[in-house]
């Protein structure tokens, strides 16, 4: 494992010997990953004094717990009581209480005898903050996304299928490089255009048809997203571009607000703003982006504090029109301070109103 | 929701009021799909008297439950709690301690006051012997991955890298009609060839290789899986003629011990006896299949009791080589009585040792 996965465990372990305790069990795979680099093990045990013990592989509850005393790795091990009561080292065991299941939790605290503590999302908001390596991955797989979504609007579309139109974007992006898809690809056609959640299936495209892609690549764990519409056909009717417009503005002036020390919900007001004078019921959505395609902070009213320096976000803004379809952008970008230059977008397609 | 999941329902209730449970709280998603047929839940509560509800979304564990009263489906609902409290109508209330995690296990204790006791996998039994319906799904999963199978070995391979050859073989089932692969398609080209977890990576096919090819579809969530093991240019060497022959001895002698009342090992016993005849020391595994690639029960000595008629199971058998590669043949399969012919082969695609 790198210096640089070392050197998270000790900040966690530092901000919870300093809460009273003794020992850290992380079961989330997205927060193993981020303290080690691997996705090989299903339980991150620290003491103390920095030794690691990894479960690769949980068994039945009745079966306990098997446990690697060594690296991280595949492959089954000793017997993992005694390791876990040593690891533990002191009566305070921080666990990961929204991701440990009940019957795992009883076969940790049978083990070790602790007392279980929950760690409240502890490794999540550590990983908030990015470090200019992660932010160069999620850079990659940014670009990723753009060139596929890029070389597929160079080809004809009318007649394909949404399914058809995704898993050629997928494709492309493992052609350059991504480790897959960040999330299935979403193509909505026609009536199905500007929705956030819809699956792509069997509507083909049509002449004149709206057509949102939302899709994202994923490069060394990082994932990136980005939403755009466009319209199929020569000449986009007037309440097509209409409707482009607004949702591009209430998106820019959301893009536009994400500056280090902003109010979290920031961006949902500058894009609510502009949606409402436009009186368009419009959906405003933005998180953060990193491992996870969705993670701390919320974009929102219910978040707290200030948006830190180098936090990748996505905000998205997406009107529907039921039954004639609507527009989605969606942007990933960087936090930055003002001073130097504001938010850094990192899917830079273009949001202009391609008529294809 | 259609009849056969109302009826799946009232078994597990059955179940639960004879073991002294008066309302059931199903989380794991493959369970809820199975009782309802929806997947967009993420929590159903089943009350004595059959009244249903779906929670859609799980909020933070401080904001307690959202839930539906109604049908399943998306959207947002009104306060949950009297609901759950009402719904439980009784002070015990079954649960999956496999899947709850420990914060939603003290948010439901908190809104419903009941004693929570494991259902210890309950769904997951009824699971188990499927229904003539679910077996056909599977038949037509298994079909779509026999087609996407047979059409790739019609193309040219040498050259190729097992990522493309995954990628194409994914679209080539959904180009058949499959929801999407069952789990991510897996060929390992030479020295991968033989093994069981390799992922599709960039090696690319040479002539004289072993490819192993591992692939599924998922049709209405159903999911088949099959291997198979072929060379790549127009002469095996005689190394691979005898190791397929070993494989698929061994893997033959597992299939066909698979009817209904058989131990669960039986098919582990049959194959290790062929391998340990030929003097390989090779991996034999086999599970149910349904909802889940890997479900209950394990065909192996572990299992007690016998195996049920209409139990949809895979059955593979691998040789691998360190630095050559090797040979793995896997199936699915449906337990049959022998009176009726014995186990029913979904995935029909030939064994035979194929030269490309």
Redesign the interface.
Known sequence: MAEVHTERRERLLAGCVAAGIDAVLVTRPVNIRWLTGVDTVQALLLARDGALAAVAEWHR?QDGLTALPTEPGPGPAADPAPLLAAACAGPVLG?E???????R??AVAAATGARLI?LDHAVERLRTVKDEEEISFLRIAAEMGDQALGELLESILVGRTE?HLA?EL??RM?DHGADGAAY?VRVGAGEHSGQAGHQAGDRRVEDGDFVTVSLGACYRGYRSSASRTFVVGLAPADWQVELHRQVFEAQRAARESLVADAAPDAAERAARRVLEAAGQPGEVVGQGIGLEIAEAPRLGPQELGKLDNRVPVTVAVGVHLPGRGGVRIEDTLVVRPSQDGGPELLTITTKELLAL
């Not at 209480?97 to 019957?103: C, I, M, S």
Request: aromatic residues 12%; glycine residues 0%; negative net charge.
């Open positions: 509850p666990f209480e929204h991701d440990l299941t009940v019957a939790y009883r929950d399914r898993m997928e494709r493992v299935p």
